[in-house]
């Protein structure tokens, strides 16, 4: 089992950037696919982008594509999303995920492991 912790999140302006850690504790990291996910007020939880576990294919949301970029660093167990041209409809909690021996996915549901959040606010 991996048990994701987030950080790095903050208030920053339209156009900023910011980067995203998420910290992941268990052996099995380097076997797990892991996600970040985003839940704006009022919105449903959302999918923002996935990589396997080699860290060889990333997907991403329509939404974000070419702005964020995922990455891994299995000798650190860290997921990091690397977020550029922040704009004000990027503004929520995003929550790191795992899916432990599984493929990558937009599913929120199949990613069984969740990190408490880090909240982002772009100010416009």
């Known amino acids: 089992q991996v048990q994701p912790v987030e950080s790095g999140g903050g208030l920053v302006q339209a156009g900023d950037s910011l980067r995203l850690s998420c910290a992941v504790s268990?052996?099995?990291?380097?076997?797990?696919?892991m996600g970040w996910f985003r839940q704006a007020p009022g919105k449903e939880r959302e999918f923002v982008a996935t990589?396997?576990?080699?860290?060889?294919?990333?997907y991403y949301a329509d939404s974000v594509k070419g702005r964020f970029t995922i990455s891994r660093d299995n000798n650190k167990n860290t997921v990091y999303l690397q977020m550029n041209s922040l704009k004000p409809e990027d503004t929520a909690l995003y929550y790191c995920?795992?899916?432990?021996?599984?493929?990558?996915?937009?599913?929120?549901?199949?990613?069984?492991?969740w990190g408490q959040g880090t909240q982002v606010t772009v100010s416009s």
């Open positions: 995920a795992a899916n432990y021996w599984g493929a990558a996915s937009s599913n929120s549901q199949d990613y069984e492991s």
């Open positions: 268990g052996r099995t990291f380097s076997r797990s696919v």
């Open positions: 990589i396997t576990w080699s860290g060889s294919s990333t």
